[in-house]
C-alpha cells in the first residue's frame, strides 16, 4: 500500500510540475513591464510590411545611461525579443534593397544619425546572440529631436513607407520603399 501512495504522489507532482511549465511557457506577454507591440502596413509600393517589438517605458530614467541605447553598442530597438521586420516583397530602406523575409531589427544609436540593422537571424533575445556577419542590411538614418516626448518606445509605418522611431526626445525615420 505504501508503495501504490508513493506512486500515486509521484505522478501528482510531475502532473503539477507539467502544468506549471506550461503555463511558464503561455506566458502572457501584455503584462510584461515591456509589452508586445506590432505595426503592419501595406505600402504604396504593395509590400506587405509588419514590426514586431516590445515597448519599454522611460519611467523617470535617462535613455543612454539607465536604458539603452547606450553609446555605440548594438540595441535590439525595442524590448525583450529582437524586434522582428517582416515584408512581403523586396524594398529598398533609404534606397538600398532588402530582399522579402523576415529580419531582426537592430539600431546603433548617435546624436544625428542612427545606424538601423536588418539581420537574418529574427528569431533571437535582444541582441545578446547578435552577430554582425548576419547582417543582411545596414543603413544611415537621421535622428532628430521629436515634437513630444515619447514615454514609451514606438515604432509608427505610414502608408508611404515612412518610419518613425520614437523614443524619449528622439525621433528617427527611415523611408521603406
Request: net charge positive; glycine share 6%.
Amino acid at each position: 500500500m505504501k508503495k501504490l501512495a508513493a506512486l500515486f504522489s509521484m505522478v501528482v507532482l510531475l502532473f503539477t510540475a507539467t502544468a506549471s511549465f506550461a503555463q511558464d511557457k503561455a506566458e502572457d506577454k501584455s503584462k510584461r513591464p515591456s509589452p508586445p507591440a506590432k505595426v503592419s502596413e501595406t505600402i504604396s509600393s504593395g509590400a506587405l510590411i509588419s514590426i514586431d517589438y516590445s515597448q519599454p517605458s522611460v519611467k523617470g530614467r535617462t535613455i543612454g545611461k539607465d536604458l539603452e541605447p547606450k553609446g555605440d553598442a548594438v540595441w535590439r530597438t525595442g524590448a525583450n525579443e529582437a524586434t522582428v521586420f517582416e515584408t512581403s516583397k523586396a524594398v529598398t530602406i533609404n534606397g538600398k534593397p532588402l530582399p522579402a523575409g523576415k529580419y531582426s531589427l537592430f539600431s546603433i544609436a548617435g546624436k544625428d544619425e542612427w545606424t538601423i540593422i536588418f539581420n537574418k537571424t529574427w528569431n533571437q533575445w535582444g541582441a545578446y546572440d547578435y552577430k554582425q556577419a548576419d547582417d543582411i542590411l545596414r543603413v544611415k538614418a537621421k535622428a532628430a529631436k521629436a515634437s513630444k516626448s515619447a514615454e514609451k518606445f514606438t515604432i509608427t509605418l505610414a502608408k508611404d513607407g515612412t518610419t518613425n522611431l520614437l523614443w524619449g526626445d528622439s525621433q528617427v525615420a527611415f523611408l521603406i520603399k
